[in-house]
């Protein structure tokens, strides 16, 4: 499953035109979550976001 994930991430990442970094302003929820990252990946035909997160 693991390796799955990697390449659908790797065949975004190679179809991708730009690649820009940014970040989620959530505040805190009842359950407070600290997002670590987000991109946007985008083509002329498509758009893809992968976001990573961590919580306490």
Same mark, same amino acid.
């Given at each position: 499953m693991l390796k799955s994930? !990697?390449?659908e991430v790797r065949r975004i990442v190679e179809a991708a035109d730009t690649i !820009? =970094?940014?970040r989620l302003e959530t505040g805190? *929820? =009842?359950? *407070?979550v600290f997002w670590d990252f987000a991109y946007l990946f985008?083509?002329?035909a498509s758009a893809g976001i992968l976001i990573g997160s961590s919580s306490d």
């Open positions: 994930r !990697e390449n !820009e =970094a940014f805190h *929820p =009842a359950y *407070p985008q083509s002329d």
